[in-house]
């Protein structure tokens, strides 16, 4: 799958631009602050309904605007999709093939990308949360169900909190929190389910990646952490395990058991990512992790994601760096990669250059 054409109107610091994509390599050249990264987000935008970047979309809007239009075509399975995004204060469209969809799941999946950035270095480097939203957003762009189902597990959990913090007697406090309880084994199971899957089938990719990037000697493994040893063990316990714990979700005002509260543990030759790899090793680990993504999106969907590379290439050493674009040229892979400067090495008979200046792009011939 491939973009062909972005339109892009009051979009961060674009007040309207056409960029016509090649397949193969397309290099977005230009200085820092000059909206190189600011195309990423507008295609990631588009295939996701949301930025990576921020939480408030009015601040994508222009200067002075006071709304913003994207529209891209994709090529998909060999047939032309269109998506459309308008955002303006309390209102926001997202259609495809010119119909409007009522929900994020109608929409997530049509088009599928792999999104890369120095940024992803937080996946291992900082808490859960940021590992969850990892696992959450693969399985979202293949399970496009998982979307809804999370969003009504996490009102759930605010709603039981509001209950922890302000009812105040204990006989009601219990018997609402087992009503709130019912429900949420229902919909935590599920959730715990989709992320062991997802998880097994990265694991199944990264380690010969990982063989290949690192040496054969070393090991990579990643573990879903749960109420129990294996998935039929975790659903199994999952429900004694929430009525055990919740005396001391009273005590706490809390909501303490579920699989908000689940992580990704990165192993790196039998010891914690987080803890225990440099910065150059967690860089080429999140490298491991997004290819395996490319992959396990491939064997769904039959054909690549567009690979998404924002100033990525100059954090990795020599040995990775071309580990990774021999494996973008091994097969039909979009990918569009933001840099400060051109490299030769770069070049070849699929690569498209853009220069990125102040808003706006031209192709460089």
């Not at 939480?55 to 075509?73: G, R, V």
């Not at 021999?326 to 220069?355: A, W």
Request: aromatic residues 10%; proline residues 3%.
């Amino acid at each position: 799958m491939y973009i062909k054409d972005l339109h892009l109107k009051n979009f961060r610091n674009y007040r309207e631009q056409n960029i016509k994509f090649k397949q193969g390599i397309n290099l977005l050249i230009g200085s820092n602050g000059q909206g190189k990264t600011n195309i990423i987000e507008a295609i990631n935008y588009l295939l996701t309904g949301k930025s990576y970047r921020i939480k408030q979309e009015d601040e994508l809007i222009l200067w002075e605007k006071n709304s913003f239009y994207l529209k891209a075509i994709f090529n998909v399975v060999d047939r032309d999709i269109n998506l459309e995004s308008y955002y303006e204060p309390r209102k926001k469209v997202m259609k495809i093939n010119q119909l409007s969809c009522k929900k994020l799941s109608d929409y997530v999946g049509t088009v599928n990308a792999v999104f890369f950035s120095p940024d992803d270095l937080d996946i291992i480097k900082k808490g859960p949360q940021e590992r969850r939203r990892f696992l959450d957003h693969i399985i979202s762009q293949l399970r496009p169900s998982h979307i809804p189902l999370l969003n009504s597990y996490l009102r759930i959990i605010r709603q039981k909190n509001i209950l922890l913090k302000k009812e105040k007697n204990y006989n009601l406090l219990k018997s609402q929190i087992e009503v709130w309880n019912e429900q949420l084994i229902s919909l935590g199971s599920k959730i715990i389910k989709n992320r062991w899957e997802f998880t097994d089938q990265l694991n199944e990719y990264c380690c010969p990646i990982f063989n290949q990037i690192f040496s054969p000697e070393s090991n990579m493994e990643l573990t879903y952490m749960t109420t129990g040893k294996t998935l039929e063990e975790a659903l199994d316990i999952f429900p004694d395990y929430i009525s055990r714990r919740m005396n001391q979700e009273i005590e706490r005002k809390a909501v303490l058991v579920g699989p908000h509260r689940d992580d990704l543990q990165i192993i790196f030759n039998n010891k914690s990512a987080k803890l225990f790899a440099s910065q150059g090793q967690q860089r080429a680990l999140v490298l491991c992790l997004k290819l395996a993504e490319m992959e396990i999106i491939l064997v769904d969907k039959g054909e690549y994601p567009i690979l998404l590379l924002d100033d990525v290439l100059s954090e990795l050493d020599i040995y990775r760096r071309q580990y990774l674009m021999n494996y973008i040229r091994s097969s039909q892979k979009q990918t569009i990669i933001t840099m400060t400067d051109l490299e030769e090495e770069l070049i070849t008979d699929d690569t498209t250059t853009f220069e990125v200046y102040q808003g706006t792009i031209r192709r460089k011939e």
